[in-house]
């Protein structure tokens, strides 16, 4: 049971938009920046959205963050099938003194 | 800026293992660097980190005392480390550098992972 909660999977046709949600609580996004991961299938990780809204470089602007007191959406537009992946959000957990992830999200574009 | 991970691992239960992540193209003495494990077909979850800089050390409540975490500065290099393998301990280990220095936060920059199996 992730400290983080994510729906399991969401989906959605090529060219529209979705949005991923990540529950908390006042002791990690209540708190502290979220930031959002991209896992496509065999591959590491790669940083989507931190410090809640902000797009590391060679993020295309088709992604998005934002937070409202404990819970976080990353919305993502204009899907391709090169989306389709695993995304997890992550944030800092005061109680527990230790980073968190959410469950994850596998997105399909149908 | 990248951190390389060193090679897959073949285990039996009960032996020790390191696995090593070395960065480059940044001052490695400067970021924390944590380690992130992924069980076949699960999520990820964080397992604790290192501060090469004075080897300041935090883990994971759900890891603590299970590995050990290290570092050589002089060689730029971090380590994950088991003293007794389980069959549990099966899965993909990552390393990743946050995107600011000198504090844990988002992580921008990820080693490609090392793959553990442990069999008997």
């Known amino acids: 049971q992730s400290v983080l909660t994510q729906p399991p999977s969401v989906s959605a046709a090529p060219g529209q938009k979705v949005t991923i949600s990540c529950s908390g609580s006042?002791?990690?996004?209540?708190?502290?920046?979220v930031s959002w991961y991209q896992q496509l299938p065999g591959t590491a990780p790669k940083l989507l959205i931190y410090d809640n809204d902000k797009r590391p470089s060679g993020i295309p602007d088709r992604f998005s963050g934002s937070k409202s007191g404990t819970s976080a959406t990353l919305g993502i537009t204009g899907l391709q099938t090169g989306d389709e992946a695993d995304y997890y959000c992550?944030?800092?957990?005061?109680?527990?003194?230790?980073?968190?992830f959410g469950g994850g999200t596998k997105l399909t574009v149908l | 800026v990248q951190l390389v991970q060193s090679g897959a691992e073949v285990k039996k239960p009960g032996e020790s293992l390191k696995i090593s992540c070395q960065g480059s193209g940044y001052r490695f003495t400067n970021y924390w660097i944590g380690w992130v494990r992924q069980m076949p077909g699960k999520g990820l979850e964080w397992m604790g980190i290192i501060y090469p800089g004075d080897s300041d050390t935090r883990y994971s409540p759900s890891f603590q005392g299970q590995v050990t975490i290290s570092a050589d500065k002089s060689i730029s290099t971090a380590y994950l480390q088991w003293s007794s393998l389980r069959a549990s301990d099966s899965a993909m280990y990552y390393c990743?550098?946050?995107?600011?220095?000198?504090?844990?936060?988002?992580?921008?920059?990820w080693g490609q992972g090392t793959t553990v199996t442990v069999s008997s």
């Open positions: 006042s002791s990690n996004i209540g708190i502290d920046y």
């Open positions: 990743a550098r946050p995107v600011v220095p000198a504090r844990w936060n988002a992580m921008d920059v």
């Open positions: 992550g944030t800092w957990d005061a109680s527990l003194s230790a980073w968190v």
